[in-house]
């Protein structure tokens, strides 16, 4: 009972202690022994009625006093001598109850701190070691498991042949889903009972500490739901001060929440064989008996709980078979996908909608790649917004591989047809790449022995409140739309290897262009700059952090007519598109000052071509032509930072007065040229927005930080001062070129 105020709901059934009950079926006697003593130190109340003796007359006596010396000492000597007692049990016994020479079983089981359990039940039918018929059974039982050929066949054979063994009026092969939710998968029974075929029922009712309980204890059996526990005397271990554990005993007393449960189903008796694979909970054979108790002899169970075993081994080897054909299938497609990613000769995202495609991969209604640069799909995917924002809520989860099976419960912000796309799987790659596979509205209907929403379990008692287990077990059918079929544990395994084998692709091949364009961007860049007498020019590029390789240029040439050119540009991106683009803008724009050109005609040119060819290109461009002579400047900017114009220490810097015009790119701009002259003693600071721009600071307070910088400091070198301004590596390229008249 729970205390009045006590919130109720599944999660009470679930932390119930069904391994400690302090109590047992009383079909029969358990003895808590303690070894090598072998003195009773517990003992179920019900020994007086099953075997004649009194709670005091054994309780911290020696075995002998409950069994004879002579069945003590067989229990003594198995106990000696086997290590492993379950593969012994039962052991034979025969004692005198009421003055009659009855058979009995006991059941051993070893807990830790000396504990020994043992179990005595009075033997009904043949013996297990004595029944040929039931060996004969098991034995053609077997035979029929090794010769069915796939599960269904299976499951079939192994509840006729427990119900055959045992005598049930129903038994069930029961499967869970990766919820644990239940399906019957396999059903023989009485002629005039209902079918639960092909039901479902949800996780809760058998809580996980009662799952976890049958990975332990394989065969658990409650002979009659009316029974009265029969509690263990004294309730605690005398030596331990703590509840007995019963998790192996096969008296254990059941929780009352199941015995409820039972008999809201009609049922009078029940048996469960757990079904294992790998050592996890995969299925029961569940038995139900309705015409009353039943209890079937030991050497039936133990045929049936073998039978079990068996099963499960034959549906590990089956299963484990299709599983292997289905991961050698996405192994072989998988292999041929990724040797394709390694020809550099075809873009990545070509290569994965190519054939085989990822489509093979992982079969669905669509499939969305946005890979290396490059934006392609196959298959009916839904429109490109819809795929952003899923690739979004991918991003936000943190993981690796982002997978629903509904769109509408997961991302319900976006409001995407489940006709076209109801589920979907998404690799998340490095800088907001992805792929994401799509799957339309699988609509299904599934048939519950009951409404599982229905969770309602509390039932008020008075001023107190008793758990209560369902009642409904009429069939309840629920369609489950607006989700797609789910993704397979291989299919998600095939995600993980593409993944893994895309991001090492991407970092070569990432690795490979940054080699490439890092070769192409300092060849662009001048080997050294012009020495000009009464002047002073200096230089420096530094990349950005990571090797990330920008579009940052500069450039310094004398003309002809003896004035100097000296320009900073800056194209927008990274790596060898960046730098190719560089490239391009880099001599169109050279040799349009070299002609004679002035820098807002020599820029204006430039946007013309850019404009009319490379029509996706944004840079930002500084030029300046500077009569040597007399100091005179003819400067242009295409959405450049202007120049800093500084002259002695402790001087303000100013910017350099130059119109600043629209950058490279935009159709319809003009440029104009500015003049200016330059002082003896005066210097032009031009930079990139490398040099002043931060994440965690404004471009205005890198520009003050520059111009404190360079009024501080008498040293106007370029590369004093971009080592001044970025001491640590920074997130862009910074390139510097400094003019100073003597």
């Not at 795929?387 to 991918?394: G, K, L, Q, T």
Request: net charge negative; with cysteine; aromatic share 6%.
């Amino acid at each position: 009972m729970l205390p009045p105020g006590t919130v109720i709901d599944l999660d009470n059934c679930a932390r119930e202690p069904i391994h400690i009950p302090g109590s047992v079926q009383p079909r029969g006697v358990l003895a808590v022994v303690r070894e090598p003593s072998f003195e009773i130190r517990q003992i179920s109340a019900n020994v007086d009625d099953l075997l004649g003796r009194s709670v005091h007359e054994v309780l911290n006596q020696d075995l002998s006093a409950l069994i004879g010396i002579d069945q003590a000492n067989l229990i003594r000597q198995a106990a000696a001598t086997f290590g492993d007692l379950r593969q012994r049990n039962p052991l034979e016994l025969t004692m005198e109850v009421g003055g009659l020479t009855r058979p009995f079983d006991a059941l051993l089981h070893r807990e830790p701190g000396g504990i020994l359990l043992i179990e005595i039940e009075m033997a009904y039918g043949e013996r297990p070691f004595s029944f040929p018929n039931t060996y004969q059974a098991v034995r053609n039982s077997v035979e029929e498991l090794n010769r069915a050929d796939g599960l269904r066949a299976l499951y079939d054979t192994a509840a006729q042949a427990v119900r055959e063994l045992t005598g049930f009026d129903r038994v069930m092969v029961y499967r869970y889903d990766r919820d644990y939710n239940g399906e019957v998968v396999a059903e023989n029974k009485r002629e005039d009972l209902n079918s639960f075929l092909g039901l479902h029922y949800p996780a809760s009712d058998i809580p996980a500490q009662a799952r976890a309980m049958y990975e332990k204890s394989w065969l658990r059996l409650i002979s009659d739901v009316d029974y009265t526990p029969a509690p263990l005397v004294p309730p605690m271990n005398p030596d331990s001060g703590t509840p007995v554990d019963l998790t192996h005993a096969t008296l254990r007393s059941v929780s009352p929440i199941h015995i409820e449960y039972l008999k809201n189903m009609g049922v009078r008796a029940s048996m469960s064989i757990s079904l294992l694979r790998h050592g996890r909970l995969w299925g029961l054979i569940a038995c139900h008996h309705y015409a009353g108790p039943h209890l079937p002899p030991y050497g039936a169970r133990a045929a049936a709980e073998f039978l079990g075993s068996t099963l499960s081994l034959r549906m590990v080897d089956r299963f484990d078979e299709d599983q292997l054909r289905e991961q050698l299938a996405a192994q072989s497609l998988l292999s041929h996908l990724t040797a394709a990613t390694h020809n550099d000769a075809e873009p990545l995202a070509t290569t994965l909608l190519g054939t085989p495609s990822v489509l093979d991969l992982l079969p669905a209604t669509g499939v969305v790649v946005n890979v290396g640069g490059e934006y392609g799909a196959l298959g009916s995917p839904p429109a490109p917004e819809q795929v952003a924002a899923v690739a979004a809520w991918a991003r936000s989860t943190g993981e690796e591989i982002a997978v629903t099976e509904s769109l509408s419960r997961d991302v319900p912000a976006v409001p995407v047809d489940p006709e076209i796309a109801a589920g979907a799987l998404a690799l998340n790659l490095p800088e907001d790449q992805y792929v994401i596979w799509f799957r339309d509205e699988a609509v299904r209907s599934v048939d519950w022995g009951g409404d599982p929403h229905n969770k309602a379990i509390a039932v008020q008692e008075g001023d107190q409140i008793r758990l209560s287990p369902r009642k409904s077990f009429d069939r309840w059918r629920e369609v489950v739309d607006k989700c797609s079929e789910p993704w397979a544990p291989i299919q998600l395994e095939s995600a993980e290897g593409l993944r893994a084998n895309l991001v090492e692709e991407l970092y070569r091949r990432t690795r490979s262009a940054l080699r490439v364009a890092e070769v192409l961007q300092r060849s662009l860049l001048p080997e050294s700059i012009p020495t000009v007498e009464g002047w002073e020019l200096s230089a420096d590029y530094r990349p950005a952090a990571g090797g990330r390789v920008g579009g940052d240029w500069y450039d310094a040439f004398e003309l002809r007519d003896g004035r100097l050119v000296v320009l900073l540009g800056d194209v927008a991106g990274h790596g060898l598109a960046a730098a190719g683009t560089m490239a391009q803008l880099r001599n169109v724009l050279r040799a349009n000052l070299f002609a004679g050109a002035t820098p807002g005609t020599a820029i204006s040119d430039l946007n013309s071509f850019s404009v009319h060819l490379m029509p996706r290109t944004f840079a930002t461009v500084i030029v300046a032509r500077i009569d040597i002579r007399t100091g005179h400047v003819e400067a242009s900017s295409a959405g450049h930072l202007m120049p800093f114009i500084t002259g002695s220490v402790d001087d303000t810097p100013t910017a350099a007065p130059i119109k600043l015009s629209p950058p490279i790119g935009v159709r319809g701009a003009t440029y104009v040229t500015s003049e200016f002259d330059l002082e003896p003693g005066q210097f032009m600071v031009m930079f990139s927005d490398g040099l002043v721009e931060r994440r965690t600071a404004s471009i205005d307070e890198g520009l003050q930080r520059l111009s404190t910088q360079l009024a501080a400091s008498r040293d106007r070198r370029a590369p004093r001062v971009s080592a001044a301004m970025t001491p640590n590596d920074t997130d862009d390229d910074v390139t510097v070129i400094i003019l100073g008249r003597r």
